[in-house]
């Protein structure tokens, strides 16, 4: 089966690693940062080649960061709360763009499924229920593994204006807690430079 021998690859056990446990979530983010690296024919990018936008904030986009080289942290990773299984990625070398959005039903839990989450949502879950979840669970992501990615997303080419590369400023202090800040993100209150916690 596809779905085994991809759970064995290297690629797919960083994911695991970094995500902490193997979901139908994780599964979905590597397919769709196999259609996109396959899209835009380049490999892991080393500092900002790639761009990725993510329109949700579930267990997918930890695949994405590992498998694209976009990462939170370097400024090549934008999170957009749509709530959506939407992924955009851009090349800064060829400025070829795709979005990737997940097909409708791919992810829906059936009515089996569905019952048990809820068990084991409000703590009801018997250890059989935990084990037959647990089950589920593992079907559905191999299930994904083993779909090909025509199946599970529709993918169109795009051209979206690219964000500007991530910037570095000296902080300045802010005026009330006294905590070093990017000056940009400060506001100017009563005659005062604050920052947005202290707002
Ligand atoms: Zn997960
Ligand atoms: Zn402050």
């Known amino acids: 089966m596809i779905a085994e021998t991809t759970m064995e690859r290297d690629d797919f056990k960083r994911c695991e690693r970094f995500h902490g446990h193997v979901c139908p979530g994780l599964a979905i983010g590597y397919q769709a940062s196999k259609a996109a690296l396959a899209w835009?024919?380049?490999?892991?990018?080393?500092?900002?080649?790639?761009?990725?936008?993510?329109?949700?904030?579930?267990?997918?986009v930890d695949a994405i960061?590992?498998?694209?080289?976009?990462?939170?942290?370097?400024?090549?990773?934008?999170?957009?709360?749509?709530?959506?299984?939407?992924?955009?990625?851009?090349?800064?070398n060829t400025g070829k763009g795709v979005r990737?959005?997940?097909?409708?039903?791919?992810l829906e839990p059936d009515e089996r499924h569905r019952q048990l989450i809820e068990k084991v949502r409000e703590n009801k879950a018997t250890d059989q229920d935990r084990d037959e979840?647990?089950?589920?669970?593992?079907?559905?992501?191999?299930?994904i593994l083993n779909k090909s990615l025509e199946s599970l997303f529709k993918?169109?080419?795009?051209?979206?204006?690219?964000?500007p590369k991530a910037r570095m400023e000296p902080s300045a202090i802010c005026q009330l807690c006294g905590?070093?800040?990017?000056?940009?993100?400060?506001?100017?209150?009563?005659?005062?430079?604050?920052?947005?916690?202290?707002?």
Do not use: Y
């Open 40 to 60: 835009l024919e380049e490999n892991r990018s080393v500092d900002e080649e790639i761009v990725a936008i993510v329109e949700n904030d579930a267990c997918c």
């Open 65 to 92: 960061q590992v498998l694209t080289g976009c990462t939170f942290g370097k400024g090549n990773f934008i999170f957009k709360d749509h709530g959506k299984m939407v992924f955009t990625f851009f090349s800064r």
């Open 100 to 106: 990737i959005s997940m097909k409708p039903g791919v």
């Open 133 to 143: 979840f647990a089950q589920l669970h593992q079907q559905r992501t191999k299930d």
């Open 155 to 163: 993918m169109e080419i795009t051209t979206v204006e690219l964000p």
């Open 179 to 199: 905590e070093p800040t990017m000056p940009s993100k400060l506001e100017l209150v009563d005659d005062k430079m604050i920052c947005r916690d202290c707002l």
